[in-house]
């Protein structure tokens, strides 16, 4: 079993350009994160100077960047798009009506199982990306293995591990943005409109919506 630790990069400063790279915010919670992280066999991430300083910050070191992990191009995934969605469902109606999204979301598994292969049994490695790079394909997964990504957008840092075995994709988690440790692992049918966000986890109490568990302030891919 190998794994992959895929997160979106952390909070970007206020410059304008895609080249821009972290805030002072964003530097302080990606350090944090690497306080919790183990051992990475490997090291991706974008080419973007937010991703690949995340990296940095989490690991110590970025070993490549790639341009396929650079960002979804907008006929894929709007930002407005991306803002809006809530649940695995709307990722999947959006991947079911846009054949660029589902396109793109098939290229990126491509690219995560391509990694996957490159790792010695039991490690792991560490990609960072962005937000569009992680849902799509992400919904993907989700829907073959019976599991769910939400809350959703994905906010700063946080992203998916998955597990491989033999070349297959065997595991599914929700990642939080200060912890390695899964936030959210509740089964397709599972009452996700009454889960809310609770420092690393996400637990149920009645009456409450994933809508409203949201963090302040939308985010960007």
């Not at 999204?101 to 990306?129: C, M």
């Not at 939400?150 to 075995?165: F, N, T």
């Not at 809310?196 to 409203?212: F, I, L, M, P, Y």
């Amino acid at each position: 079993m190998v794994s992959l630790e895929i997160r979106r990069h952390a909070e970007r400063g206020r410059e304008e350009g895609s080249g821009r790279g972290l805030s002072a915010a964003g530097i302080a919670a990606a350090r944090g994160l690497r306080r919790s992280a183990g051992e990475f066999a490997l090291v991706i991430s974008s080419p973007r100077e937010r991703a690949r300083e995340t990296a940095v910050e989490i690991a110590g070191h970025v070993e490549e960047t790639s341009e396929l992990l650079a960002g979804s191009p907008d006929e894929a995934l709007t930002q407005q798009q991306y803002d809006t969605m809530r649940s695995l469902q709307d990722v999947l109606e959006l991947i079911g009506g846009n054949e660029h999204a589902l396109r793109f979301a098939r290229q990126q598994l491509a690219i995560w199982e391509s990694i996957a292969r490159r790792l010695q049994d039991g490690t792991t490695a560490l990609v960072v990306t962005h937000g569009g790079n992680i849902v799509l394909p992400a919904a993907l997964l989700a829907r073959r293995l019976g599991h769910d990504v939400a809350p959703l957008p994905l906010s700063h840092l946080e992203g998916v591990r998955v597990d491989y075995s033999q070349g297959r994709s065997r595991g599914l988690e929700r990642l939080s943005a200060n912890s390695s440790s899964p936030i959210v692992q509740i089964p397709l049918g599972g009452n996700l409109s009454q889960a809310v966000r609770v420092g690393d986890t996400v637990r149920r109490r009645a009456g409450s919506t994933a809508r409203g568990s949201r963090p302040a302030g939308s985010p960007t891919p």
